[in-house]
């Protein structure tokens, strides 16, 4: 599991039109945004290479000026394999 966060920056004609985009990645959600363009989002996707491609590809989509990455959190879904306390 991989959430991350991010504040992404356009410009307020385009933040509508982004703000539609950005939602329509699987695991993206716009949180907030104010009047200035700047959109609060979160990936939350079981793939952490999914966050990290989609990451980078906001960088090349119409309207983005800026994102910036605030918090990831990253865990493995599988357990850890024990010997059961044998040595």
């Not at 966060?5 to 695991?27: C, F, H, N, W, Y």
């Not at 079981?46 to 605030?70: A, E």
Request: hydrophobic share 30%.
């Amino acid at each position: 599991m991989t959430i991350c966060s991010l504040v992404v920056q356009t410009t307020p004609e385009k933040q509508r039109q982004l703000s539609g985009d950005l939602k329509k990645i699987a695991g993206v959600e716009v949180h907030a945004s104010n009047d200035a363009g700047k959109l609060i989002v979160s990936i939350d996707h079981p793939d952490r290479k999914h966050c990290s491609d989609t990451i980078m590809n906001m960088s090349t989509m119409d309207g983005v000026l800026s994102s910036s990455l605030v918090f990831e959190y990253h865990e493995d879904n599988e357990l850890p394999v024990t010997d059961g306390g044998k040595q």
